[in-house]
């Protein structure tokens, strides 16, 4: 079946460490996303790409980073210069003819700085 | 810029009662408005969408939402709630223009449904 794979599900690091979360999707999509959740706050998009070896900073990209190699996979490091990285990480793609701005979601990755 | 208002943050009510969620959007431009549901520990899901067209869009599960231009609402409702509804409600817009935009949805706080029995 096709869809987005994202992993680990669950995540701990100590301070000072970065982490890279995977995602990986085999709908074909051209444009991927990735947003983070907050309780209460809905979900803020941190970085978004829309062709391989292309990528936009969105709302909340400070202390991210993001590379976009194939168009299956969209890897999303948080780095140490975040300075609230505990947070659930959703990932997301959308296709040519999908549906105006129809996104799919991954399950999502949840980071917790120890 | 867009903006997205859910104005409850949670919602308890009674199975096979009533329910509504209310949604308040602000943008300079006409939008599309979405609907997501997020059940615990998961990524969400499209419940409906509101891109032209009828102002009155229908989900398969009984959910309908109603777009209101002049209110800038798009409230979420359903006549009789199941205990399977409870769930994480999101509100979202994104603005027509022309796709520049590129799926870049703005979302609301989201509204916590929780059905008892």
């Known amino acids: 079946d096709g869809g987005i794979t994202q992993s680990p599900k669950y995540l701990f690091r100590k301070e000072g460490q970065n982490v890279t979360l995977s995602c990986e999707q085999n709908?074909?999509?051209?444009?991927m996303y990735w947003y983070r959740q907050d309780p209460g706050q809905g979900l803020r998009l941190i970085y978004y790409?829309?062709?391989?070896?292309?990528?936009q900073k969105g709302d909340i990209a400070e202390g991210y980073s993001v590379s976009r190699e194939k168009k299956e996979s969209f890897p999303l490091t948080v780095t140490s210069a975040q300075k609230n990285p505990t947070a659930f990480y959703l990932c997301?793609?959308?296709?040519?003819?999908?549906?105006?701005?129809?996104?799919?979601f991954g399950a999502g990755s949840r980071l917790t700085v120890l | 810029a867009q903006s997205v208002t859910q104005l409850d943050s949670q919602v308890p009510v009674f199975e096979e009662a009533p329910v509504e969620l209310r949604c308040n959007y602000s943008s300079s431009v006409s939008v599309y408005l979405f609907w997501y549901v997020q059940y615990p520990n998961q990524g969400l899901q499209l419940l409906l969408k509101?891109?032209?067209?009828?102002?009155l869009v229908e989900s398969i599960n009984g959910f309908e939402a109603e777009f209101n231009k002049s209110q800038t609402s798009f409230h979420l409702r359903k006549p009789s709630v199941h205990i399977s509804d409870t769930a994480e409600y999101f509100c979202a817009v994104s603005e027509n223009a022309g796709g520049t935009s590129y799926g870049k949805l703005t979302f609301g706080q989201g509204t916590i449904l929780t059905v008892h029995p």
């Open positions: 509101y891109l032209s067209g009828s102002t």
């Open positions: 997301a793609s959308k296709g040519r003819g999908q549906g105006t701005n129809v996104l799919t």
């Open positions: 790409s829309q062709i391989v070896n292309d990528f």
């Open positions: 709908l074909n999509h051209d444009a």
